[in-house]
Protein backbone atom coordinates (compact mmCIF):
# COMPACT_ATOMS: atom_id res chain seq x y z
CA UNK A 1 0.00 0.00 0.00
CA UNK A 2 0.78 3.21 -0.31
CA UNK A 3 3.34 5.00 2.07
CA UNK A 4 5.61 8.15 2.26
CA UNK A 5 7.78 9.52 4.46
CA UNK A 6 9.47 11.83 2.09
CA UNK A 7 8.57 15.54 2.55
CA UNK A 8 8.93 16.53 -0.96
CA UNK A 9 5.86 13.56 -1.29
CA UNK A 10 4.73 15.53 1.43
CA UNK A 11 4.29 19.19 -0.27
CA UNK A 12 2.71 17.31 -3.33
CA UNK A 13 0.12 15.61 -1.53
CA UNK A 14 -1.50 18.84 0.33
CA UNK A 15 -4.29 19.35 -2.73
CA UNK A 16 -4.97 15.74 -2.45
CA UNK A 17 -7.81 15.32 -0.62
CA UNK A 18 -8.91 11.65 0.57
CA UNK A 19 -9.99 9.16 3.01
CA UNK A 20 -7.11 7.00 5.51
CA UNK A 21 -5.44 4.16 6.73
CA UNK A 22 -3.74 4.19 9.91
CA UNK A 23 -2.71 3.13 13.21
CA UNK A 24 -3.69 4.92 16.66
CA UNK A 25 -2.98 3.90 20.53
CA UNK A 26 -5.89 3.22 22.67
CA UNK A 27 -6.65 3.65 26.28
CA UNK A 28 -6.47 0.87 29.47
CA UNK A 29 -9.38 -1.62 29.09
CA UNK A 30 -12.16 0.12 31.21
CA UNK A 31 -11.22 3.57 30.80
CA UNK A 32 -14.27 5.62 30.27
CA UNK A 33 -12.27 9.04 29.24
CA UNK A 34 -9.28 9.46 28.16
CA UNK A 35 -7.07 12.64 26.64
CA UNK A 36 -5.22 12.48 23.55
CA UNK A 37 -2.25 12.71 24.90
CA UNK A 38 -3.02 8.73 25.73
CA UNK A 39 -3.02 7.75 22.25
CA UNK A 40 0.22 6.82 20.50
CA UNK A 41 -1.01 6.83 16.33
CA UNK A 42 0.81 4.78 13.66
CA UNK A 43 -0.24 5.62 10.30
CA UNK A 44 0.57 4.24 6.47
CA UNK A 45 -0.30 5.72 3.53
CA UNK A 46 -3.11 4.50 1.33
CA UNK A 47 -4.64 7.11 -1.89
CA UNK A 48 -7.28 8.36 -0.91
CA UNK A 49 -7.79 6.43 2.54
CA UNK A 50 -5.16 8.00 3.90
CA UNK A 51 -2.18 10.18 3.68
CA UNK A 52 0.46 12.28 5.41
CA UNK A 53 -0.55 16.44 4.37
CA UNK A 54 2.33 18.89 3.91
CA UNK A 55 2.74 19.57 7.85
CA UNK A 56 3.40 15.73 8.13
CA UNK A 57 0.09 15.22 9.60
CA UNK A 58 -2.43 12.07 8.72
CA UNK A 59 -5.59 13.53 6.83
CA UNK A 60 -8.53 12.18 5.17
CA UNK A 61 -11.99 10.92 5.75
CA UNK A 62 -11.13 8.00 7.76
CA UNK A 63 -9.06 10.14 10.42
CA UNK A 64 -12.40 12.87 11.09
CA UNK A 65 -14.53 9.32 11.50
CA UNK A 66 -11.80 8.10 13.84
CA UNK A 67 -11.40 10.71 16.03
CA UNK A 68 -15.28 11.58 16.01
CA UNK A 69 -16.45 7.50 17.03
CA UNK A 70 -13.50 7.64 19.44
CA UNK A 71 -14.82 10.73 20.71
CA UNK A 72 -17.84 10.33 21.14
CA UNK A 73 -17.29 7.05 23.00
CA UNK A 74 -15.69 8.65 25.40
CA UNK A 75 -11.90 7.62 24.21
CA UNK A 76 -11.00 10.26 22.08
CA UNK A 77 -7.65 10.87 20.01
CA UNK A 78 -5.95 13.32 17.75
CA UNK A 79 -5.65 10.50 14.55
CA UNK A 80 -3.82 13.36 12.57
CA UNK A 81 -0.66 13.06 15.33
CA UNK A 82 0.02 9.28 13.96
CA UNK A 83 3.46 7.82 13.45
CA UNK A 84 3.95 6.94 9.84
CA UNK A 85 5.52 3.06 9.34
CA UNK A 86 5.92 0.35 6.89
CA UNK A 87 3.14 -2.44 7.09
CA UNK A 88 5.58 -4.32 8.18
CA UNK A 89 6.66 -2.45 10.94
CA UNK A 90 3.63 -1.35 11.65
CA UNK A 91 2.01 -4.67 12.32
CA UNK A 92 4.64 -5.98 14.27
CA UNK A 93 3.62 -2.92 16.44
CA UNK A 94 -0.17 -3.70 16.49
CA UNK A 95 1.47 -7.11 17.38
CA UNK A 96 3.25 -6.71 20.54
CA UNK A 97 1.90 -3.10 21.87
CA UNK A 98 -0.88 -2.94 24.00
CA UNK A 99 -2.92 0.16 23.19
CA UNK A 100 -3.00 0.04 19.97
CA UNK A 101 -5.15 0.09 16.41
CA UNK A 102 -4.49 -0.20 12.68
CA UNK A 103 -6.99 2.15 10.32
CA UNK A 104 -8.05 0.71 7.18
CA UNK A 105 -6.96 -2.85 8.01
CA UNK A 106 -8.66 -5.85 5.86
CA UNK A 107 -9.79 -8.78 7.48
CA UNK A 108 -8.12 -11.48 6.26
CA UNK A 109 -8.35 -15.32 7.85
CA UNK A 110 -5.06 -15.26 9.31
CA UNK A 111 -5.71 -11.69 10.55
CA UNK A 112 -9.39 -12.35 12.01
CA UNK A 113 -8.75 -13.74 15.44
CA UNK A 114 -5.15 -11.84 15.31
CA UNK A 115 -6.82 -8.64 16.40
CA UNK A 116 -10.41 -6.94 17.37
CA UNK A 117 -12.05 -5.14 14.48
CA UNK A 118 -14.67 -2.12 14.24
CA UNK A 119 -16.28 -1.76 10.93
CA UNK A 120 -16.47 -1.81 7.97
CA UNK A 121 -15.15 1.69 7.36
CA UNK A 122 -15.02 1.33 3.29
CA UNK A 123 -14.85 -1.31 0.56
CA UNK A 124 -12.55 -1.44 -2.21
CA UNK A 125 -11.43 -4.13 -4.85
CA UNK A 126 -8.11 -4.94 -4.59
CA UNK A 127 -6.64 -5.78 -7.67
CA UNK A 128 -3.73 -6.60 -10.15
CA UNK A 129 -2.57 -3.19 -12.52
CA UNK A 130 -0.32 -3.70 -15.18
CA UNK A 131 0.77 -1.46 -18.34
CA UNK A 132 -1.37 -1.11 -20.78
CA UNK A 133 1.46 -1.41 -23.69
CA UNK A 134 1.87 -4.95 -22.03
CA UNK A 135 -1.58 -5.86 -23.07
CA UNK A 136 -1.97 -8.87 -20.21
CA UNK A 137 -5.35 -10.52 -20.04
CA UNK A 138 -5.79 -12.81 -16.77
CA UNK A 139 -8.56 -15.21 -18.01
CA UNK A 140 -8.20 -17.99 -15.51
CA UNK A 141 -6.27 -17.85 -12.11
CA UNK A 142 -3.19 -20.52 -13.27
CA UNK A 143 -2.51 -17.21 -16.23
CA UNK A 144 -0.76 -15.43 -12.96
CA UNK A 145 2.08 -17.76 -12.64
CA UNK A 146 3.73 -16.91 -15.53
CA UNK A 147 4.23 -13.17 -14.13
CA UNK A 148 6.38 -11.68 -11.91
CA UNK A 149 4.20 -9.36 -9.10
CA UNK A 150 5.53 -6.73 -7.47
CA UNK A 151 3.44 -7.24 -3.68
CA UNK A 152 4.06 -4.77 -0.41
CA UNK A 153 5.30 -7.41 2.30
CA UNK A 154 3.07 -8.98 4.33
CA UNK A 155 -0.35 -6.91 2.43
CA UNK A 156 -3.98 -7.74 1.97
CA UNK A 157 -3.52 -9.04 -1.66
CA UNK A 158 -0.26 -10.93 -1.29
CA UNK A 159 -1.82 -13.04 1.07
CA UNK A 160 -4.46 -12.85 -0.64
CA UNK A 161 -2.69 -14.56 -3.98
CA UNK A 162 -1.33 -16.81 -1.99
CA UNK A 163 -4.04 -18.48 0.09
CA UNK A 164 -6.93 -18.17 -2.54
CA UNK A 165 -5.35 -18.40 -6.04
CA UNK A 166 -2.32 -20.38 -4.92
CA UNK A 167 0.49 -18.43 -6.45
CA UNK A 168 3.98 -19.28 -5.21
CA UNK A 169 6.13 -16.50 -3.23
CA UNK A 170 8.54 -16.98 -6.08
CA UNK A 171 6.25 -14.72 -8.57
CA UNK A 172 6.87 -12.24 -6.32
CA UNK A 173 8.85 -9.01 -5.50
CA UNK A 174 8.45 -7.81 -2.01
CA UNK A 175 8.22 -4.05 -1.85
CA UNK A 176 7.40 -1.57 0.92
CA UNK A 177 5.94 1.20 -0.64
CA UNK A 178 3.40 0.92 -3.33
CA UNK A 179 5.84 4.14 -4.78
CA UNK A 180 8.50 1.35 -5.46
CA UNK A 181 5.16 -0.86 -7.09
CA UNK A 182 4.57 1.42 -9.97
CA UNK A 183 7.85 2.10 -10.13
CA UNK A 184 8.73 -0.97 -11.14
CA UNK A 185 5.89 -1.48 -13.06
CA UNK A 186 7.12 1.80 -15.19
CA UNK A 187 10.63 0.30 -15.67
CA UNK A 188 9.26 -3.17 -16.37
CA UNK A 189 11.12 -4.92 -13.70
CA UNK A 190 7.38 -6.47 -12.53
CA UNK A 191 4.51 -7.34 -14.63
CA UNK A 192 1.99 -6.72 -12.48
CA UNK A 193 1.21 -5.34 -8.88
CA UNK A 194 -1.25 -5.36 -6.30
CA UNK A 195 -3.40 -2.22 -5.86
CA UNK A 196 -6.66 -0.82 -5.33
CA UNK A 197 -9.29 0.71 -7.45
CA UNK A 198 -9.71 3.88 -6.36
CA UNK A 199 -6.10 4.55 -4.57
CA UNK A 200 -4.19 3.89 -8.08
CA UNK A 201 -5.31 6.77 -10.10
CA UNK A 202 -4.23 9.20 -7.13
CA UNK A 203 -0.75 7.68 -6.80
CA UNK A 204 0.28 7.33 -10.03
CA UNK A 205 -0.56 11.06 -10.40
CA UNK A 206 1.46 11.82 -7.00
CA UNK A 207 4.38 10.17 -8.94
CA UNK A 208 3.94 12.49 -12.13
CA UNK A 209 2.74 9.15 -14.25
CA UNK A 210 -0.57 9.00 -16.36
CA UNK A 211 -3.25 6.71 -15.16
CA UNK A 212 -4.00 5.98 -19.05
CA UNK A 213 -1.11 4.21 -19.22
CA UNK A 214 -1.93 1.70 -17.15
CA UNK A 215 -5.29 -0.77 -16.45
CA UNK A 216 -6.59 -2.93 -13.71
CA UNK A 217 -6.68 -6.74 -15.16
CA UNK A 218 -7.82 -9.17 -12.57
CA UNK A 219 -9.88 -8.30 -9.77
CA UNK A 220 -8.41 -9.94 -6.62
CA UNK A 221 -11.28 -9.74 -4.51
CA UNK A 222 -13.92 -6.68 -3.28
CA UNK A 223 -13.06 -6.46 0.21
CA UNK A 224 -13.68 -4.00 3.63
CA UNK A 225 -12.32 -2.19 5.32
CA UNK A 226 -11.59 -2.04 9.29
CA UNK A 227 -9.75 -0.45 12.28
CA UNK A 228 -7.94 -3.27 13.55
CA UNK A 229 -7.21 -3.03 17.36
CA UNK A 230 -4.89 -5.32 19.69
CA UNK A 231 -6.28 -8.43 20.67
CA UNK A 232 -5.44 -7.27 24.36
CA UNK A 233 -8.09 -4.05 23.86
CA UNK A 234 -11.13 -4.91 26.16
CA UNK A 235 -14.49 -5.62 24.48
CA UNK A 236 -16.07 -1.68 25.78
CA UNK A 237 -13.72 -0.45 23.45
CA UNK A 238 -14.21 -1.97 20.67
CA UNK A 239 -18.15 -2.08 21.39
CA UNK A 240 -18.42 1.75 21.62
CA UNK A 241 -16.68 3.16 18.97
CA UNK A 242 -18.77 0.16 16.75
CA UNK A 243 -22.07 1.67 17.89
CA UNK A 244 -20.85 5.35 17.21
CA UNK A 245 -20.36 3.82 13.52
CA UNK A 246 -23.20 2.09 13.21
CA UNK A 247 -25.30 5.43 14.09
CA UNK A 248 -22.66 7.59 11.86
CA UNK A 249 -24.29 5.23 9.30
CA UNK A 250 -27.73 5.76 9.77
CA UNK A 251 -29.48 7.22 7.05
CA UNK A 252 -31.31 10.49 7.33
CA UNK A 253 -34.75 11.90 5.80
CA UNK A 254 -32.77 13.73 3.13
CA UNK A 255 -31.09 9.99 2.05
CA UNK A 256 -27.70 11.14 2.92
CA UNK A 257 -25.94 10.45 6.68
CA UNK A 258 -22.96 11.78 8.60
CA UNK A 259 -20.62 9.37 7.18
CA UNK A 260 -21.43 10.05 3.33
CA UNK A 261 -20.82 13.50 4.36
CA UNK A 262 -17.15 12.65 5.95
CA UNK A 263 -16.74 10.95 2.74
CA UNK A 264 -18.21 13.32 0.02
CA UNK A 265 -16.32 16.26 2.36
CA UNK A 266 -12.92 14.62 1.71
CA UNK A 267 -13.94 13.12 -2.21
CA UNK A 268 -12.45 10.13 -4.27
CA UNK A 269 -10.56 9.95 -7.57
CA UNK A 270 -11.95 8.02 -10.56
CA UNK A 271 -11.15 4.54 -10.07
CA UNK A 272 -8.67 2.52 -12.15
CA UNK A 273 -10.88 0.80 -14.93
CA UNK A 274 -11.30 -2.68 -15.30
CA UNK A 275 -9.78 -3.82 -18.59
CA UNK A 276 -12.00 -5.57 -21.56
Known sequence: MFKSNDKSEASTMKNIIFPTLFILTL????????RCADFQLLCGNLIPLNYKNAHGDAEGSSVEILEQIMSKAGAPVCAKHCRFEPLARALADLDEKPDTVFMSMAMTEQRKQRYKWVGPIYSMKL???????????????????????????????????????GISGKNFVELSRDTQQFGMLKKGR???????????????EHMGLSP?????????????????FNRQTG??????????????????????????????????????????
Do not use: W
Open 27 to 34: PLPGTNTA
Open 127 to 165: SLIARKDKHIRITAPADLERYVIGVIRESAPAQILVNHY
Open 190 to 204: VDLITHTDISAPLVL
Open 212 to 228: EEFEMVFVLKSIDLYFA
Open 235 to 276: DALINRPQSELNAMKEVRVDGGSLYMDILCRHGQGCPLPLAQ
